[in-house]
């Protein structure tokens, strides 16, 4: 996918994800701040990781809303939590943030999901801990 797809892939999400005003507004902001930044987010962030098809949004959000609360990222945190109630999350499992009985796909989808927020290297060990698990799973 080109980029200017992916941006525009990523626009229409966070239009969806937050409403048309609200990301408008969020997209101005972003701009103001750095007009790289805006496009970053919404090429790679919203256009490539959160449109993967691997995780239902309301999973990605409950997933980013957790790295977001464990890495201290407020401004982040609240914007997503926003997300989350438009991708279909209660109010009730934002606040708990659980994920039972998850398929081997989704827990790699849901490391995938982290690494723009956690750093690539905390994705990359916990998909390699997530192998050594499966592995010894199957043996």
């Given at each position: 996918m080109l980029i200017e797809e992916r941006y525009q892939k990523g626009l229409e999400l966070l239009k969806r994800m937050l409403g048309e005003k609200t990301a408008e507004e969020t997209r101005?902001?972003?701009?103001?701040?750095?007009?790289?930044?805006?496009?970053?987010?919404?090429?790679?962030?919203?256009?490539?990781?959160?449109?993967?098809?691997?995780?239902?949004?309301?999973?990605?959000?409950?997933?980013?809303?957790?790295?977001?609360?464990?890495?201290?990222?407020?401004?982040?945190?609240?914007?997503?939590?926003?997300?989350?109630?438009?991708?279909?999350?209660?109010?009730?499992?934002?606040?708990?943030?659980?994920l039972h009985g998850a398929t081997r796909e989704e827990i790699i989808e849901t490391l995938l999901q982290i690494a723009p927020y956690a750093g690539f290297p905390a994705a990359w060990e916990g998909l390699q801990i997530a192998e050594r698990v499966f592995e010894s799973a199957d043996a």
């Open positions: 101005r902001r972003w701009q103001k701040l750095s007009p790289d930044f805006e496009r970053y987010v919404l090429e790679f962030l919203s256009g490539e990781i959160w449109s993967r098809s691997g995780l239902p949004l309301k999973i990605k959000s409950l997933c980013t809303i957790s790295a977001l609360a464990a890495l201290g990222r407020v401004q982040g945190l609240e914007l997503n939590i926003r997300m989350a109630l438009n991708n279909g999350a209660t109010r009730e499992e934002i606040i708990e943030t659980l």
